[in-house]
């Protein structure tokens, strides 16, 4: 063989050596931020208030997940632009967002959604990618029949993604599990809690209740299990902090203003609330029920393309 091919032959063996070190290296976990509850337009200066200080624990152009009741007392443009625009809104572009009770006004939520970015069709309910994980956000102040449009939905977008290996989360505003005043709120998002249970969600986000709360994971009934969704009450984004009014069962409380770090691995989750004083008042690990497997770059082109946020 002559030193040319020596040397190309060569070149080629340290390129695919080079190529399998990084198809087996782990994907880089994506961070996300979670709160809801965030900016009160009614009592404070916006640059000195609990929203700016818990943005402030979010770093620029991290993933963020609003959990509803972005601004107070209602979100129509201007006071989401006055009062949310100068803490939370730097984040907007990388923010997934559900829609609380006071996200609509006079029965609309139209300002919320152009605020956050229309979606096609034009609906407060959603399916994403993040990183290797799905989120779906829905909205829990629905009924009668477009609530049961957003089941049909559900239902469809669970289908579509089943067995793809991918981990997944949930949010919306009002908690289907809580200890607190609004304990209850959240019992009409008790179908689509099944739904994601037996599709094998890990997590399920809420807001609502102003202070924080995070379960061990229950099953589709809301009963503790193994085998069940955990759930974060995060409604401590910056607005009035609420007291628990009873014994929930839950593994943590706190009150006190924060946010929720997630760290979405391919098959693993993380979780740490951090406060505003910079503590740390939760944290944890544990695997998702979906572990990731393998997949070619059309299929996973096509889950990309599918997803409409």
């Known amino acids: 063989m002559s030193r040319r091919r020596a040397r190309a032959a060569l070149l080629a063996a340290l390129l695919a050596l080079l190529l399998l070190d990084l198809a087996a290296r782990p994907a880089v976990a994506v961070v996300a931020f979670a709160a809801g509850d965030i900016a009160d337009c009614g009592s404070e200066d916006p640059a000195r208030s609990g929203a700016a200080s818990t943005a402030r624990l979010v770093p620029d152009g991290a993933a963020v997940l609003v959990l509803g009741d972005a601004v107070y007392p209602l979100a129509d443009r201007a006071t989401l632009e006055r009062c949310y625009g100068p803490t939370w809104g730097r984040l907007r572009a990388s923010t997934y967002a559900v829609p609380g009770n006071h996200d609509y006004v006079r029965g609309s939520a139209r300002d919320f959604l152009a605020y956050f970015g229309a979606r096609e069709p034009p609906r407060t309910y959603f399916r994403a990618a993040l990183g290797d994980w799905w989120v779906i956000g829905l909205d829990s102040n629905l009924g009668g029949e477009r609530l049961a449009e957003q089941a049909r939905w559900l239902e469809r977008e669970l289908a579509a993604i089943r067995g793809d290996g991918r981990c997944l989360l949930a949010l919306w505003h009002h908690a289907f599990l809580s200890s607190g005043l609004h304990r209850g709120d959240g019992e009409r998002m ?120």
Do not use: K
Not at 191 to 217: R, T
Not at 248 to 277: I, K, N, Q, S
């Open 190 to 309: 008790r179908p689509a809690w099944a739904a994601l249970a037996d599709a094998g969600a890990d997590l399920v986000l809420s807001g609502h209740e102003h202070f924080y709360e995070a379960f061990e994971p229950h099953d589709r009934r809301g009963q503790p299990a193994a085998a069940g969704i955990r759930e974060f009450v995060v409604g401590t984004g910056g607005a009035r902090l609420f007291d628990f009014s009873m014994s929930g069962g839950h593994r943590a409380y706190a009150r006190v203003h924060g946010v929720l770090e997630l760290e979405l691995d391919r098959d693993r989750y993380r979780w740490r609330f951090r406060t505003v004083d910079g503590e740390v008042r939760d944290a944890g690990a544990a695997d998702c029920r979906r572990p990731a497997q393998p997949a070619g770059p059309s299929e996973a082109a096509s889950r990309e393309t599918s997803a409409a946020r």
